[in-house]
C-alpha cells in the first residue's frame, strides 16, 4: 500500500515497549547512534531495540496490527533461538497512517538510543513525511507495505523495500484488466497512494490500447459515495478500478451496488483487508485486488510461519503480516552481522541491510542502490472476496 490522507483520529496513540538501553559496563554510547561494543564485544545483556511505526488504532489499525504481529513473532523467536549474544525489543509507535502524526511517532522511535532499524512506517504519506528524519537518524527502514512508486526517488539514505512498487503493481493489474474490459472507469481518493496507483492503471490501460476514463473522489470529504456510483454506472465502462483505501472502498463497493453497477470491480492493495469485506459485506463479492503481497495461509513457503503466528495471536496471518516478519528478520540478521563484525551502531547495521541477500518467506530480497528491490522481482498477486473471504488467485500475470 500505502499513502494515507488525514485521519479522522483525533489522538496519537503511542504504544510503546519502553527499550532499555540496559547493557554490560563495557558498553559505551556511539555517536553513530546506538550501543558500541567495547573490548569484551557484546554480552548477552545488551538490548537492542526494532521500532515498528504504523497504524494501531484507527480506521486502518487492522494493517497495522497484521504487520506488527509479523514483527513481534519474528523477535520473539530470534530471541526464544538464544544465540544473538543479546536479547531484542520491540518499540510501537502509534501514527494513525496519518502523515500528520508521524513525526511524532518517528521522534518516539528515534530518541531511543538502542533502536538499531525500524519496519515501517506503514503508509506511503507517513513514510514521505519522516524519511528523512529516520535518515538523519541513521536508522534503517525495511518497509512492508508502503507502495508508492516514488519514494525511492526521495533521497531517503536508510531506506528499504521488499515488495513490487505500485510501479509493478498498478501495470500488472492493468494488463490483466485489458484482458477482461473494453472500457475502464478508474477511481482515484486522491491520496498520494491512491494518485500514484491510479496513473500507474491509467498509463498501461492506454498503451493496452483499451479507453479509460479518470475520476477523483476525495477521500477526506467524500461523505457520500452514491454521486460517484452514479457516475460510474453511467460512464460506460465495463469495469472499475478503485484507487484508495479499505473503509472507502467498503463505502463504494454498496454505492455500487444501489446504483446498479453490474461490471467487474477492481482494487489495489489498500482496499485488501477485511476492514473492506466486513464494511462492505454482500456487496463487495466478486471484488479483485491486486497486491505485491503474500497470502501466508496457503503458500507453501510459510506454512510454519502461519503455524506460529497463528499459535501465537489466535488468528491467521493477514495482509502484510509475512513482509513484515520478512522485514524484520532481515534487521536481525543485519544486527547479527554487525556484531561480528565488532561494532553494532546504528550505522554499521544500515551497512549490513544494504548488503542483505535473503531467502524470506516471501521472496529472494536484495536491495538495489535506490533501497528498493531490483526491477522484475517480486510477484503481484491477485486476489477476490469470495463469500466475505480474500482468498489468492495467484500470479496475476498467470490469470486469465
Not at 340 to 346: F, H, K, Q, Y
Not at 360 to 376: E, K, L, R
Request: include cysteine.
Amino acid at each position: 500500500m500505502r499513502t494515507r490522507p488525514l485521519a479522522k483520529v483525533a489522538v496519537l496513540g503511542v504504544v510503546g515497549a519502553l527499550a532499555l538501553a540496559g547493557c554490560g559496563n563495557s558498553d559505551t554510547k556511539d555517536t553513530g547512534g546506538g550501543l558500541k561494543s567495547g573490548s569484551g564485544g557484546n554480552s548477552s545483556s545488551q538490548t537492542y531495540t526494532i521500532g515498528f511505526e504504523g497504524p494501531l488504532s484507527g480506521d486502518n489499525a487492522q494493517l497495522g496490527i497484521n504487520e506488527v504481529n509479523g514483527v513481534q513473532l519474528a523477535i520473539d523467536q530470534a530471541n526464544k533461538a538464544g544465540d544473538l549474544g543479546f536479547t531484542l525489543k520491540l518499540l510501537k509507535s502509534d501514527d494513525v497512517g496519518d502523515p500528520s502524526k508521524a513525526p511524532a511517532a518517528e521522534a518516539l522511535i528515534a530518541q531511543d538510543a538502542s533502536v538499531m532499524g525500524v519496519v515501517g512506517p506503514s503508509f506511503s504519506g507517513a513514510t514521505e513525511a519522516v524519511g528523512q528524519k529516520y535518515g538523519a537518524a541513521g536508522i534503517s527502514m525495511v518497509n512492508p507495505s508502503a507502495s508508492n512508486g516514488t519514494i525511492q526517488t526521495l533521497g531517503f539514505p536508510t531506506w528499504h523495500r521488499i515488495f513490487p512498487n505500485d510501479y509493478a503493481e498498478g501495470p500488472a493489474a492493468a494488463d490483466w484488466l485489458a484482458k477482461k474490459a473494453k472500457k475502464v472507469i478508474v477511481v482515484s481518493d486522491l491520496s498520494a497512494y491512491g494518485d500514484g496507483v491510479a496513473k500507474a492503471v491509467i498509463a498501461e490501460l492506454k498503451k493496452d490500447k483499451i479507453p479509460v476514463i479518470s475520476q477523483g473522489a476525495d477521500a477526506t470529504n467524500t461523505k457520500d459515495y452514491g454521486p460517484i456510483a452514479q457516475t460510474v454506472t453511467q460512464s460506460g465502462a465495463d469495469a472499475l478500478f478503485y484507487a484508495g483505501y479499505d473503509a472507502q472502498g467498503a463505502q463504494f463497493a454498496k454505492a455500487l451496488v444501489a446504483s446498479g453497477f453490474k461490471g467487474l470491480r477492481m482494487s489495489g492493495n489498500g482496499v485488501k483487508s477485511s476492514v473492506f469485506t466486513d464494511g462492505a459485506k454482500a456487496a463487495g463479492e466478486g471484488w479483485y485486488f491486486s497486491c505485491g503481497c503474500q497470502d501466508a495461509t496457503v503458500a507453501p513457503s510459510a506454512t510454519q510461519f502461519t503455524a506460529d503466528y497463528t499459535a501465537e495471536f489466535n488468528t491467521p496471518p493477514s495482509t502484510y503480516s509475512p513482509e513484515a516478519f520478512d522485514a524484520t528478520n532481515i534487521l536481525i540478521n543485519a544486527i547479527k552481522a554487525a556484531k561480528a563484525a565488532g561494532s553494532v551502531t546504528r550505522a554499521t547495521v544500515n551497512d549490513q541491510v544494504n548488503k542483505t541477500d535473503f531467502q524470506g518467506i516471501t521472496a529472494h530480497i536484495t536491495f538495489g542502490a535506490d533501497g528498493d528491490i531490483p526491477p522484475g522481482s517480486g510477484t503481484v498477486n491477485l486476489f477476490q472476496d469470495k463469500n466475505g473471504k480474500i482468498v489468492s488467485l495467484g500470479d496475476i500475470t498467470k490469470q486469465n
